[in-house]
């Protein structure tokens, strides 16, 4: 009675708590098992963001209680447990425990509970500190490190802060410990993830942290990468474009949620930018740094959005070509200060605006400028449909999110989650298809045509 499977919904912040319960349980002598069917619990960690998620959350809960063995005991943690229990307990009356979104290094407490029950403290996000165990569940050639949670900003659509509370920082010295384990067990990309990286330190009155944080990364000897997840346009100062540009471990890459770019709905989201100072920020780190690969979301359909306001979205997308776009139809979440505006379109408009807009940048793709291109890649593994070709990334793919490297000649390869000098043949969308080259030396920059500096 000692088999555990994990499931963890939502986003990577989400993960890294799923993994510090897989840790607590390995660590009591548990182990993890892939198959809901083997399993004598069931853990897993919700995601409450908006309504979509907690469908996804209910449909995986019920597949679980139909998957699993007789005697099995599912335990539900996160985000759902603190806004939708009474709903899960109505459903799911034979959930043997609820976990708060804060509560993750309770989990020993849950499964060795001989009765029904819950742990729910005030702490509304869990942040991990000092020597908690942490087991990947990642491949171990690249990991993700939280660095804060919560959110000091007030997204008209957005109910991160009252599902997640307000913005709380780790330190930078419990960072650098985390940041030196992985590197020190052989992590090759590091992907820093907070809601906005750029509010790092702020909660301490500390308004230079991320720039401290990366200075202090920047210094450890090793050949990796760190990728930044989710800086804000406002949050990107000249200090940290200064930092990545002159760094080769931190991936010329950013992930720059936008939202829009007419200034009344900019406005209205109750955004700290206007369509000035988005495309100066644009304009400054495509000068600074010629190699970046920006990724943005966009929304549409906020209520209020004229169709001419949509057409000036879709006219941008057009004409500044960002490398990748998520795109999301507004969600009405009641909590939300949208909820209340008046004007919500209709899901027909939305769903229409939905399906131009993701036409207009799949028009805009420029992955033909990499055919030629000598580039470093990160070899993941097999490619999931064939043993016959592999899959990696180059610095302006993110796992799981954008777009990959397929190499269908790897007869030089020798192992997984090593970079290789890949020459790219070709471009089918988001995807890259190369060839292996060689394995790369250290100190090679992010494309290998760039002279080492």
Excluded at 101 to 117: F, I, K, N, P, Y
Excluded at 394 to 413: A, H, L, M
Aim: proline share 3%; glycine share 8%; aromatic share 8%.
């Amino acid at each position: 009675m000692n088999k555990v499977h994990f499931t963890s919904l939502g986003c990577a912040r989400n993960l890294v708590d799923t993994e510090v319960m897989i840790g607590v349980l390995l660590r009591a002598g548990f182990t993890a098992v892939n198959e809901t069917t083997d399993a004598d619990y069931l853990v897993v960690n919700t995601c409450g963001f908006l309504e979509s998620a907690r469908e996804e959350g209910f449909r995986t809960i019920e597949a679980l209680f139909q998957e699993k063995k007789k005697g099995a005991k599912v335990i539900v943690a996160g985000c759902m447990v603190r806004g939708s229990k009474d709903s899960l307990k109505e459903r799911f009356p034979e959930i043997h425990y609820f976990l708060g979104s804060g509560d993750m290094e309770r989990v020993l407490e849950a499964v060795l509970s001989e009765e029904q029950g819950e742990h729910l403290s005030d702490a509304k996000s869990y942040l991990q500190q000092g020597e908690v165990p942490r087991t990947l569940s990642t491949p171990k050639h690249y990991a993700y490190l939280k660095i804060a949670e919560g959110c000091k900003k007030r997204c008209a659509f957005c109910i991160i802060p009252l599902i997640k509370g307000k913005l709380v920082s780790k330190s930078v010295s419990q960072v650098m410990r985390e940041f030196l384990l992985l590197i020190n067990e052989g992590c090759k990309e590091v992907i820093l993830i907070a809601q906005d990286l750029g509010d790092f330190g702020k909660d301490r009155g500390e308004n230079d942290a991320l720039e401290t944080l990366l200075k202090e990364m920047v210094k450890v000897q090793g050949d990796y990468w760190i990728r930044l997840l989710y800086l804000y346009p406002d949050e990107i100062t000249e200090g940290v474009i200064q930092i990545v540009k002159e760094n080769p471990q931190i991936c010329p890459y950013l992930d720059m949620p936008l939202q829009h770019i007419n200034d009344r709905i900019l406005k209205r989201m109750h955004r700290k930018t206007d369509r000035k100072q988005i495309e100066t920020i644009i304009a400054t780190l495509r000068k600074e740094i010629p190699e970046i690969v920006i990724r943005t979301s966009l929304m549409v359909g906020f209520p209020g959005e004229t169709e001419e306001e949509f057409v000036e979205l879709l006219d941008f997308v057009k004409s500044y070509k960002l490398d990748n776009v998520g795109i999301f139809k507004y969600s009405r979440e009641e909590e939300s200060y949208s909820a209340k505006l008046d004007g919500h379109i209709s899901e027909e408009v939305k769903e229409d605006r939905y399906q131009r807009l993701a036409k207009a940048q799949q028009d805009v793709l420029e992955g033909d400028k990499y055919i030629g291109q000598r580039l470093r890649v990160l070899i993941d593994g097999y490619h999931p449909e064939s043993k016959d070709l592999l899959v990696g990334r180059f610095y302006g793919q993110c796992p799981e999110i954008d777009g990959r490297v397929i190499i269908n000649d790897w007869r030089k390869v020798t192992g997984f989650g090593e970079f290789y000098e890949v020459e790219i043949t070709d471009a089918i969308g988001y995807d890259l298809i190369g060839r292996v080259l060689t394995s790369n030396v250290n100190k090679v920059r992010r494309k290998l045509s760039i002279s080492p500096s």
